[in-house]
């Protein structure tokens, strides 16, 4: 007796739910990336402004780093979130770095407190600009070596950064001119501008320890009081953002130096009398 022929089970949904995934996996491949790309589009942004000259452009340049180290933060972030971490994205993480916090800060850093000195008021001014830029270029370059010894785990660990982390060096730079405003136009007030930016370039490359603040847990429950205080930081950076933004610069740079300098002293051994 002849049988109906067995049609086989329709395989068109399943066939196309791997081609979904796949698109599905690339688009969260893009999503960190695309952070990535915000990042080096606000230091590109803040070199052009950098260039424009004024003091308004450059406090312009500055936010543009701040919200550069802000989209810095996210990308990694997201990654290890969504399980996203790849090769591509750590080197390409690490291109935007060094123009948002290398090339960029540096531009604004001569451009700021160096760029202004008045030449012919001073003997002294034409070796302050000259010193500028070399100091300047420095910070790229302590940038660039800084974020190499990163990439191949030299530079960090589970509670400390081995090395000034180049988003906070940028930031301190940021910070400052953020504060203050007015180009410098003094050479005094400039040398001491570039003395603090070649300052910052040697925490990077240093082996100066700071945290990391990996270990936090933001999403264990905190007590109301941490919660208040943290609502009082945002509410002082919102209201009050020069002189806040630069203390929490200035405490983040030196509590590296201080910390080392106590382990210093420990590590000293202890004098006998004779």
């Not at 230091?43 to 452009?57: K, M, N, P």
């Not at 090769?87 to 123009?99: E, H, I, N, R, T």
């Not at 570039?194 to 429950?221: D, E, H, P, Q, T």
């Not at 020069?242 to 202890?270: N, Q």
Request: a positive charge.
């Amino acid at each position: 007796m002849a049988t109906d022929e067995i049609k086989p089970f329709p395989v068109e949904a399943d066939e196309r739910r791997p081609l979904r995934n796949g698109r599905l996996r690339r688009g969260v491949y893009m999503l960190p990336s695309l952070f990535t790309v915000l990042n080096l589009l606000c230091g590109y942004y803040a070199i052009l402004e950098t260039f424009r000259g004024g003091a308004g452009d450059m406090d312009n340049a500055a936010r543009a780093i701040g919200a550069a180290i802000v989209f810095d933060s996210l990308d990694g972030r997201i990654a290890r979130i969504t399980g996203t971490n790849s090769d591509f994205g750590k080197q390409f993480d690490s291109l935007a770095d060094v123009v948002s916090f290398g090339v960029a800060p540096a531009f604004l850093a001569f451009g700021w407190g160096v760029k202004g000195v008045v030449i012919g008021r001073s003997f002294f001014a034409p070796y302050i600009v000259q010193l500028g830029w070399v100091a300047s270029f420095a910070f790229v370059i302590f940038c660039a070596w800084r974020l190499a010894r990163f990439n191949i785990g030299m530079a960090g660990g589970s509670k400390y950064f081995v090395g000034l982390p180049t988003p906070a060096g940028a930031g301190a730079i940021a910070a400052v001119v953020h504060a203050m405003w007015n180009p410098i136009e003094d050479w005094r007030k400039s040398l001491v501008w570039v003395l603090l930016v070649l300052l910052l370039g040697f925490l990077m490359a240093s082996k100066v320890r700071y945290y990391n603040f990996k270990g936090v847990n933001w999403g264990r429950r905190r007590t109301s009081l941490a919660v208040v205080g943290m609502a009082l930081i945002l509410a002082a950076i919102f209201r009050y953002s020069e002189a806040t933004l630069l203390l929490i610069a200035t405490v983040y740079v030196a509590h590296g130096i201080v910390l080392e300098a106590l382990r210093k002293l420990r590590r000293r051994p202890a004098s006998h009398p004779a």
